[in-house]
């Protein structure tokens, strides 16, 4: 057998150093990009790291024993995180969503947590402050995490049949912990859960309907997500997307299914109900129907770089600004501009065209 070499764009060093324009924006006022879209989210990823090599985030060919992750000193410490997430919120961020890599796996993340749950809202409200984990660890972890502050959690949970979910996770990882975990954090209080499934054609489109069964009735929310051509190196093919329609028809089919209003305008999953009244499901569908217009969202790097799109190809080096010693209104004004230019709509533009260009790797930006 030969390998399979996949060259990727190390798009982790592609970025500039922001300036820091005379005028910070208003404090407590909302910061809004070129096409009139809000900051809203900001994603963090604590890790580049992970204990699962999915095929369509971390492939084994790439993510190897030789890989060079980040070393310790390059992750933005707790103490710059939550300095940089009191900016953001000081300007309209009310959602943050921890994320990597595995973010159960950065030493103390309970501490993180702790320390960005008092964090109020210019409005005095609390932070939307959750979290995105493979399970792995979430049985060990969960009540510790509820402790510290954390209120909810979404679990990715790909397959319920052992072998599928083994070979897709790729390291062997029993489907049965993952579903100790979904239960632990049920109990530590994080319920309802939301549980994503990223669906592969010819790999788990086998197990739509089985997830659905599983889930239908327990409250936690399942959410089917089209593979996308994030990062360089998951050998994405549109002929493997399943598209969200098709999904939806599967499960109206097997259980009946009516359409619900979305919750709030940016809100990247299109909910739909079990007709007999048994819960929800979502799609995301970021292939077949992009959401760019309502895209609100901005993603901090572990490194602290600020990328304004998931497929961006360099971010902004706002660990640069941290360290060198800018102050928090400086912070803010170079923040402010950085959103202010942003025009950001790939998965709007998306095409062949679009294939070969450089992006970053979805476990480094932060999924
Ligand atoms: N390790 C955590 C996890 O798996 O939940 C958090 C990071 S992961 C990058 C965040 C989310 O991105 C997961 O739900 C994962 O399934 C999703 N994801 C990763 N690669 C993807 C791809 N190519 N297309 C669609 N979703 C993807
Ligand atoms: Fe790890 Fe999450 Fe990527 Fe899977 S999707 S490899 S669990 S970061
Ligand atoms: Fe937002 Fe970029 Fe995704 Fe469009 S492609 S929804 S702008 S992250």
């Known amino acids: ?40 989210d900001l994603r963090i990823s604590v890790t580049d790291r992970c204990n699962f090599r999915c095929t369509y985030c971390m492939p084994k060919a790439v993510f190897d024993r ?18 940089l997430v009191r900016v953001f919120v000081a300007h ?18 309970e501490r993180l947590i702790a320390m960005l749950a008092p964090i109020r809202t210019p409005a005095g409200e609390p932070l939307d402050l959750t979290l995105t984990t493979n399970g792995s660890l979430l049985a060990r972890k969960a009540q510790r995490l509820v402790e510290a502050g954390l209120r909810r959690v979404t679990v990715s949970l790909d397959a ?56 239908k009735g327990s409250g936690h929310v399942l959410r089917f997500i089209e593979f996308m051509d994030v990062g360089a190196s998951n050998g994405w093919r549109l002929d493997e997307v399943v598209p969200s329609a098709e999904v939806v028809r599967r499960l109206d089919e097997a259980f009946g299914l009516e359409a619900v209003d979305p919750g709030y305008r940016g809100e990247v999953a299109e909910r739909w109900r079990y007709r007999d009244g048994s819960g929800e499901v979502g799609v995301i569908s970021s292939v077949t129907t992009p959401f760019c217009g309502d895209c609100t969202r901005a993603r901090l790097s572990t490194e602290g770089k600020l990328f304004t799109c998931l497929f961006a190809h360099a971010g902004h080096d706002l660990r640069a600004l941290v360290r060198g010693g800018a102050e928090d209104h400086q912070l803010a004004a170079a923040v402010g501009q950085i959103w202010n230019r942003r025009s950001d709509r790939y998965s709007e533009l998306r095409s062949q065209h679009t294939q070969g260009l450089p992006k970053v790797e979805m476990s480094y930006i932060g999924g």
């Open 1 to 40: 057998m030969t390998d399979r070499f996949i060259p990727i764009a190390d798009a982790r060093y592609a970025a500039a150093v922001p300036t820091i324009p005379v005028d910070a924006p208003v404090p407590a006022g909302r910061l809004l990009d070129r096409r009139g879209r809000v900051l809203h």
């Open 160 to 215: 319920l049949d052992d072998d599928v979910f083994r070979a897709m996770n790729d390291v062997d990882f029993p489907v049965s912990s993952v579903l100790e975990g979904i239960e632990a954090a049920a109990a530590a209080g994080l319920a309802p859960l939301k549980i994503n499934m990223v669906v592969k054609r010819g790999i788990n489109d086998g197990e739509i309907v089985a997830m659905a069964r599983h889930f």
């Open 66 to 83: 030789d890989y060079a992750f980040l070393p310790q000193t390059s992750l933005l410490t707790f103490e710059e995180l939550t300095r």
């Open 92 to 109: 309209g961020v009310e959602k943050i969503r921890l994320t990597g890599g595995e973010p159960l796996l950065r030493k103390d993340i």
